[in-house]
């Protein structure tokens, strides 16, 4: 006998269908019967399943399984991993599913690099899984920038001007200069609401401070210039690339050019080459419910 325990019926009938594709069955002679290679089979594949244990006691095969949980269902929900960046591929690390690309292949982004979906050659019970794996690639990040013979900075007046916004449900009270009256200025609010047990009203204020800012303006030589221009060039380049790259080469282009009014501008384009992993992982839509067969007419 095989009994079946830990999920309901309609559940319970597809593991017994299961169990009797690895020999599990009424009648089966239990020295044919390995447990550990069973519980793998299921696990394989009914990958809802979380857990799942054999024990053969007499004549009874006692099968208790466990359902995963729903967050542990998207754990698992099988998937892609695509390329976060386009690139060309240097190495692929597979951890499961099926790599469809190889080093020396130029990818785009979005493009597939390790399949969730087995390929035609896989065996037949083969289901779709969670991909997963590294691919390094080589990529270029670019950044530019461009600055004038001069520098704007920012810094307080002194001057500071405050408000209080008081709200009561769809209720709200202004108290001084909640709105500010600089052109140019930094804002600084804090919120609060009633201590204690009060917190469930529906009252809440915030404190608004605003501090006047004023511009001075420092001139710049010719090298200050392109220093600042090259440096925020390589900073955007360097913010596309992920964590921790493995940086290659950086090139900086920097020149000048005047403006219709006359102005100087310092202009700069960097490249930063580097080798990175570009894989990340991209979920299977969730298939559409069937829609509900129309009703018989009367």
């Known amino acids: 006998a095989v009994e079946v325990v830990g999920t309901p019926p309609p559940e319970a009938a597809q593991v017994r269908q299961v169990l009797a594709r690895f020999g599990v069955r009424p009648g089966a002679w239990k020295g044919q019967i390995d447990p550990g290679r069973v ?45 976060a960046v386009d690139g060309l591929v240097t190495q692929v690390i597979p951890a499961a599913g099926w790599p469809v690309v ?52 920012d810094r307080p007046s002194g001057r500071l001007a405050w408000g209080i916004l008081v709200t009561a449900g769809p209720w709200q009270m202004r108290l001084g200069a909640v709105e500010p009256p600089f052109r140019r200025f930094r804002t600084e609010v804090i919120h609060r609401r009633p201590p204690g047990p009060l917190t469930v009203l529906p009252l809440s204020w915030d404190r608004i401070v605003h501090e006047e800012l004023e511009s001075q303006v420092f001139p710049l030589d010719v090298q200050g210039a392109r220093r600042i221009a090259e440096e925020r060039a390589l900073e955007q380049a360097a913010s596309a690339l992920g964590l921790s790259p493995d940086v290659l080469e950086r090139r900086v282009n920097t020149w000048e050019e005047e403006t219709g009014g ?28 069937s829609p509900a067969p129309p009703s018989p007419s009367p």
């Open 262 to 289: 006359g102005q100087r501008l310092i202009r700069s384009r960097a490249v930063i080459e580097a080798v990175q992993n570009i894989a990340t992982f991209l979920p299977y839509p969730e298939p559409s419910p």
């Open 102 to 153: 190889q080093p020396g292949d130029v990818v785009r982004r979005g493009q597939v690099l390790i399949s969730g979906r087995p390929p035609l050659s896989a065996p037949p019970d083969a289901r779709p899984v969670r991909a997963a794996g590294v691919v390094y690639a080589r990529i270029w990040a670019e950044g530019f920038a461009e600055t004038g013979l001069e520098m704007r900075l």
């Open 39 to 83: 519980e793998d089979g299921l696990l394989r594949v009914l990958p809802d399943l979380a857990w799942a244990e054999v024990q053969v006691v007499g004549s009874v095969a006692r099968v208790e399984v466990r359902p995963r949980r729903d967050e542990q269902r998207r754990d698992l929900a099988p998937g892609d991993v695509v390329a």
